[in-house]
């Protein structure tokens, strides 16, 4: 664990990277969406804005960037692939779930003050903010976990097999979309996956991601064990 806990504290080194990249974002488009909030008239009603949901997506990056910045620096320091792993993962579990308390938290204080006097919406977006805030606190803590552990799982097969096998990678999963949907139009399934989708909300959607994020987790650890730096 003292090792694991040394893995964190070295990704932390590149705080700009980790740390100031995501505030930027947050505060950046946090800004920019409140200055076109005041360009549009409030006769338009609501007036919704994704950007604030922004720093979800760095995620993805900081996955891959927490491996290829740091893996082989790491073994050059005789660091297991364990407790490089197990290191990595903790701190961005712990980013993660800070970031979606503050989403909550910034949810709950826009919903308050009317879009912040603009009837904006950018965290309080109303499928999940008229949810608990643990329901909130999960659906975005998932989320940025599957796409922080997407990109580290890419960058593990990059760091084992190279460009064939991000290659491989990619165009597997192309066909099996492609599989999933003839087979779906096929058979005539459709209107019950359209059904189904409907059904779905903040809290079954993040269980079935949270599912993904396992396996994720599992595949990364099992490329990790055997990739070169």
């Given at each position: ?25 947050i ?39 927490s ?20 290191g ?12 979606s ?73 192309a ?27 903040p ?10 994020v ?14 070169t730096?």
């Open positions: 664990m003292n090792r694991a806990m040394a893995v964190a504290r070295m990704q932390l080194i590149n705080k700009w990277t980790f740390l100031g990249i995501p505030a930027v974002i505060g950046g488009s946090f800004l920019l969406s409140l200055v076109i909030f005041a360009l549009i008239p409030n006769s338009v009603g609501v007036k919704y804005s994704g950007a604030g949901q922004a720093v979800m997506w760095y995620f993805f990056g900081l996955g891959i960037q491996l290829t910045l740091s893996f082989p620096f790491s073994q050059g320091l005789s660091v297991s692939r364990r407790n490089f792993f197990l990595t993962v903790g701190l961005f579990t712990v980013l993660a779930a800070a970031i308390a503050l989403y909550v938290i910034l949810g709950i204080v826009e919903t308050a003050t009317n879009g912040w006097g603009l009837q904006g919406r950018m965290f309080a977006i109303s499928w999940v903010a008229d949810r608990s805030w643990f329901v909130q606190w999960f659906f975005y803590f998932v989320l940025m976990m599957f796409l922080f552990l997407l990109g580290f799982w890419a960058a593990t097969v990059y760091k084992r097999w190279q460009a064939t096998g991000v290659l491989v990678m990619t165009l597997s999963f066909v099996l979309v492609v599989a999933a949907v003839a087979l779906i139009t096929w058979q005539g399934w459709w209107p019950a996956v359209g059904a189904w989708l409907i059904t779905l909300t809290l079954s959607l993040g269980a079935l991601a949270f599912a993904f396992l396996i994720l987790g599992f595949a990364a650890f099992s490329t990790l064990r055997r990739a730096p």
